[in-house]
């Protein structure tokens, strides 16, 4: 379709919302750009062609249904932190669902599994979590990510070694599939479709409405923040194995996270302990803690505050919410896959001398293995369950578009850290959207790809549900059906 809805086409669409005006906007109105959440990643301008504001998971429905009918593609948009805008399609001409309207939030008080609109941002969520029985579940510190994406890509955060990533919490999901059916999936109905939308549910349908499985706060926890703004290469190759050392520990105890990150004036190292003062003390003997220089440590029983101060804290102090034009990427490491030191004076040697086009960039090594390593390959849709360390690498332009020089920078570093370490699957996080990666769909999904693919023919072999690295129809399945 085009950059403009046909009239039968707006009426479709309007007709859809309830005939309410203030629930749909077309491409080409003259409020349109004013009523449009704007493009997170502002180095990809995108413009949808219709996006709507739904109330009702059966207003959805007929979203879908009108897109459908006239070969338009669709996506959800919940928080919008894709990195490469695919909440708004990822390229002009979609039909976006905004599911900002979709905040229901209710608890059990006798199971304590949670009902969660689509809609709801992390920040939200923890708040309504915490004020419901003082409850918490697995999700990631940045308060402006919504839901509908998180739950349903992965997840990562500060609890992932202890209760797994935020997809594994999910018991129970409305969906609205291709063929404007409702479905309730889980491990007991529609159980493909349940599979799928644990890792990938942006290439299947529009979910509108969860329900979780919750934990008990933590009481209290130890955190820490050390910064190293000295050294050569060696020096940092010297402090980033005694840190590895740690983390490739195969037992090390799950109240234990911590994350690496180099930028351009150091290296800081941040950890959470889950414990007391004394166990953390007896913690740091046994393990031999780098951390000599001077630093912050801070013993904190307020979840909130917890979370307020988790690792991913120095990097919302320098974007946020704020759109800019960025480029980033990612890469897990399993055991097998972790530096050694030639490996790491290649890295340190690359970033030292290396364009970069740009001064605020950093990458960060995060560990996680635990909880998330016990889930089976194949028992969600996504895939790195033998990852116990994740790599981001972000370079920030501002407002202008990222120009050759950043977007080589991080390549180069990407080929320089899969050149140095043993023949292998290339492997990135699903949820930090690179779109510029060559094999994205593997890189995405792995092995579970091909079942993927086979539930996409099955129950949109139309690909009515589609972004620029979405899961493919497999041309190999002769025909298809519908659920």
Not at 80 to 90: A, C, D, I, M, T
Request: proline share 5%; glycine share 10%.
């Amino acid at each position: 379709m085009g950059n403009s809805a046909s009239v039968a086409g707006r009426a479709c669409f309007v007709a859809a919302v309830g005939s309410d005006p203030n629930l749909v906007t077309f491409r080409g109105d003259l409020l349109y750009e004013f009523r449009i959440e704007p493009s997170y990643n502002l180095a990809i301008p995108v413009h949808p062609t219709v996006v709507t504001y739904p109330k009702t998971t059966a207003q959805v429905a007929q979203i879908v249904s009108c897109a459908a009918a006239q070969n338009y593609k669709v996506q959800a948009y919940s928080g919008g932190h894709s990195y490469g805008n695919y909440g708004l399609g990822g390229a002009d001409g979609h039909v976006v669902v905004d599911l900002k309207n979709f905040q229901i939030f209710s608890m059990d008080p006798d199971t304590h599994v949670a009902t969660i609109g689509a809609g709801t941002n992390l920040g939200d969520l923890q708040d309504r979590l915490l004020h419901a029985g003082g409850r918490a579940m697995s999700h990631g510190s940045c308060p402006q990510v919504g839901v509908g994406g998180h739950f349903t890509i992965g997840g990562l955060g500060l609890m992932s070694r202890q209760w797994g990533m935020s997809l594994d919490h999910v018991v129970e999901a409305e969906v609205v599939l291709a063929n404007s059916s409702v479905v309730t999936a889980s491990d007991t109905q529609n159980q493909d479709i349940f599979w799928a939308i644990k890792g990938a549910a942006a290439s299947f349908g529009i979910i509108t409405e969860f329900k979780v499985r919750t934990h008990e706060i933590p009481k209290a926890a130890i955190q820490y923040q050390y910064t190293f703004s000295q050294g050569d290469v060696l020096d940092k190759v010297k402090l980033f194995m005694a840190w590895q050392n740690i983390v490739a520990k195969p037992n090390l105890t799950r109240n234990f996270s911590t994350d690496l990150t180099v930028f351009q004036d150091g290296i800081i190292i941040m950890g959470t302990f889950f414990g007391t003062r004394d166990e953390f003390r007896e913690f740091e003997m046994e393990n031999d803690l780098p951390l000599q220089s001077m630093g912050n440590v801070a013993y904190i029983t307020n979840w909130l505050s917890l979370l307020a101060h988790t690792a991913e804290d120095y990097l919302l102090r320098l974007t946020g919410s704020v759109l800019t034009s960025f480029y980033a990427k990612s890469l897990s490491f399993t055991a097998d896959e972790l530096f050694t030191e030639h490996d790491l004076v290649a890295l340190f040697t690359y970033l030292d001398a290396a364009p970069k086009g740009t001064p605020t960039w950093w990458v960060i090594f995060d560990l996680e293995g635990g909880a998330t390593n016990d889930v089976p390959m194949n028992a969600t849709s996504y895939g790195h369950r033998d990852a116990i360390m994740w790599m981001q690498s972000y370079a920030v332009a501002g407002f202008e578009p990222p120009g050759f020089i950043m977007k080589r920078f991080l390549n180069r570093l990407h080929e320089v850290i899969i050149g140095n370490r043993p023949p292998g699957p290339v492997r990135s996080y699903p949820g930090y959207v690179d779109p510029y990666l060559k094999h994205a769909q593997e890189a995405y999904w792995g092995p579970n790809l091909g079942r993927l693919q086979n539930i996409k023919t099955a129950v949109d072999p139309k690909d009515v549900f589609h972004n620029p690295q979405s899961v493919e129809v497999n041309p190999h399945t002769p025909g298809s059906r519908e659920v």
